[in-house]
């Protein structure tokens, strides 16, 4: 016998009771279908480059006026103690990205790519029904401007991209000049796309990857003098080396260092002249300048989204990928693990879970973001993080939140004036060894600095006796911290270090 096929008048024949029980089954089905999709957060993840805490008005800079900036931490989260695992742009970036160790994830320098097959925050939102968009620097395959898997549009360009008229390419369709400054162009670009997904129904979510405030700090020409009348001495700390390594002195007139080229801020050079302070000071001008445009961005993007009545529903979080030092013990650049290298600022508004206004003091890291959004989001965990979600911990506190924490950073041939780098951070105390790289002995000095009592590691305690017994624990404590993320002796590999040297890095990788 044929069945007919099932028609509207068909279904008319079932007799009302039925068809009311049957609506009434779906209507509970249906309705949580659609709760759920509302539930669903998009994602505005805006991401800087060795961007500093105290460049935002919001981490109590005096100078930088940020207040679009200000209003996501107003109307949401501050994490005070926000600390990358490892001060490079590309590791960082990865651990961000994928809740994982440099050392797990494998980019572990500034050419190595992410591993395509490798989840990442994005990746599992867009396996989770999001449309998802990158724009801007991305910075993990130094020359590879293709698109990447896990994203609907991936616009980049290759290397580290230009202040001004920089070659985009769009989403692996066309590589083109966009004349502008970067920040304005990075954010038309974003914009543009979310004004052509957001109407589709799905979640979006969408990083933007600036560039500033990344060496050479070229700003706006609009804030070109806007600190003209701000004095920036270099610090003290600048002036007290003497209970420190002697690499860091040695560092002083190399490219890393605040009497060398200042990312050529300072034409001769070395210059260890009281006159020289200037280029210093030109230096900062022009980095905080360029944070200026930034908040515009910020201000752009958030008015959008309260236009369009997206902004409740969005998760807006607002990082660094890590820290920047600005002449504190005599250093720029990062990688070292003193303070000012390892802190990045970071501020999250969702008032659908987050709490408004809230600080909190805890120590966070780049490796806790992606578990936190894909919960925030309410997508599946990554299999695999060597971080934990902060939701608990911004909403209600988390007693069993983390009070110690591992760095690491390996030489670099390329950008010899680091060592390598293993340390440790408690909510108290910071120990920072420099091992050689062949499993011998250390061969600098290694640094202990109580934090609560001297939060800016101005003196080396490393060789008070009365501080043995701590160094020993914090030692043991280390190991432990980084044997739970796989590494010991025989893991840890890491290249040998050959000294701080003078020469400039290529031109092409500055
Ligand atoms: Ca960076």
């Known amino acids: ?49 060795d961007l500093r805490p105290d460049a935002l008005g919001c981490y109590g800079s005096k100078h930088v006026k940020t207040p679009h900036i200000d209003r996501i931490a107003k109307e949401g989260v501050l994490f005070k103690n926000t600390f990358c695992t490892t001060s490079l742009c590309s590791p960082s970036r990865a651990s961000i990205l994928s809740g994982l160790y440099a050392h797990t994830h494998g980019v572990t320098n500034n050419f190595t790519e992410y591993p395509a097959t490798m989840p990442s925050f994005p990746s599992v939102l867009h396996d989770a029904g999001y449309t998802t968009g990158y724009f801007g620097k991305y910075h993990m395959g130094e020359d590879n401007d293709e698109p990447r898997p896990g994203f609907d549009n991936f616009t980049t360009h ?155 529903n969005t998760l807006v979080i607002f990082m660094g990928d890590n820290g920047l030092l600005e002449g504190e013990h005599g250093m720029v650049d990062k990688r070292t693990a003193h303070e000012a290298s390892l802190r990045i600022p970071a501020i999250a508004r969702f008032p659908a879970a987050l709490p408004k206004g809230k600080v909190i003091e805890q120590q966070m890291l780049t490796v806790d973001i992606a578990p936190s959004i894909l919960e925030l989001c309410g997508a599946p965990a990554l299999t695999k993080s060597h971080g934990k979600s902060w939701v608990k911990l911004a909403k209600e506190g988390d007693s069993d939140w983390r009070t110690a924490w591992f760095y690491h950073y390996n030489y670099e041939k390329q950008f010899p004036y680091t060592p390598n780098v293993r340390a440790i951070r408690t909510d108290r105390w910071k120990y920072i060894h420099y091992p050689h790289g062949d499993g011998g002995p250390d061969r600098h000095m290694a640094e202990l600095y109580d934090l609560k009592a001297d939060p800016g590691e101005t003196k080396n305690l490393i060789s008070k006796r009365e501080l043995a017994a701590e160094v020993t624990e914090l030692q043991a404590r280390l190991a432990k911290l980084m044997l739970a993320t796989g590494l010991n002796d025989k893991t840890d590999t890491m290249p040998l270090d050959e000294g701080v040297k003078s020469e400039l890095p290529d031109a092409k990788i500055r």
Request: charged share 25%; net charge neutral; with cysteine.
């Open 1 to 49: 016998m044929i069945h007919p096929t099932p028609t509207v008048s068909t279904y008319l024949k079932i007799p009302t009771m039925r068809l009311l029980v049957f609506l009434l089954t779906l209507c509970p089905l249906l309705s949580a279908l659609s709760l759920q999709a509302a539930d669903k957060p998009n994602v505005l993840f805006i991401l800087c480059d």
């Open 158 to 312: 290759k290397g580290q991209g230009k202040y001004f008229d920089t070659e985009w390419h769009l989403n692996g369709k066309e590589r083109r000049v966009i004349p502008g400054y970067y920040t304005n162009v990075v954010t038309d670009l974003a914009m543009d796309w979310l004004k052509s997904v957001s109407g589709s129904g799905k979640p979006w979510a969408v990083c933007v990857g600036h560039k500033a405030p990344h060496s050479f700090y070229t700003p706006e020409p609009k804030y070109e003098h806007s600190f003209d009348d701000v004095r920036v001495p270099y610090p003290e700390t600048a002036f007290h080396l003497e209970d420190k390594p002697a690499w860091i002195k040695q560092r002083l007139h190399t490219w890393h260092g605040i009497y060398g080229p200042l990312f050529e801020w300072r034409k001769k050079f070395p210059d260890d002249s009281p006159a020289a302070v200037k280029d210093f000071e030109n230096m900062v001008h022009g980095y905080w300048g360029t944070v200026l445009s930034v908040d515009d961005s910020v201000g752009r993007m958030l008015a959008w989204l309260e236009e369009t009545k997206q902004l409740e």
